[in-house]
């Protein structure tokens, strides 16, 4: 009987111990799986963000050429404009000096 008392205590301490391994290895495993996690969260939250800034870039530069374009070409419109104003001056100043000098046109 005491050799069966002695063996239970022995089992019942051999069991006592795997309960606590199985715990620890649990604590570990939700420990590991949180780090993973996270781990995981960080390289996506950097993907994105470079993903991101990569294509904020490219919209700057597509938005920077658009603008150098329309400025181009209001420039380009503005010579234009100031030229045929300056062409209407001179008709308009020959035809107020013929106007005055009694010239017909």
Known sequence: MEQTV???????????SAKAEVSEAKRKNV???SDWAEAARSSALAE?????????AEAKA??????????????SA????E???SRRKEEAAAFAASSLLGESK
Do not use: P, Q
Request: charged share 45%; net charge negative.
């Open 6 to 16: 002695k063996a239970l205590v022995e089992f019942e301490s051999a069991l006592n």
């Open 31 to 33: 420990k590991d799986a």
């Open 48 to 56: 994105a963000t470079e993903i991101a800034a990569r294509r904020v």
């Open 62 to 75: 597509e938005a920077e050429a658009e603008a150098k374009k329309i400025r181009e070409e209001g420039e």
């Open 78 to 81: 503005l010579k234009e404009f």
């Open 83 to 85: 030229s045929s104003i």
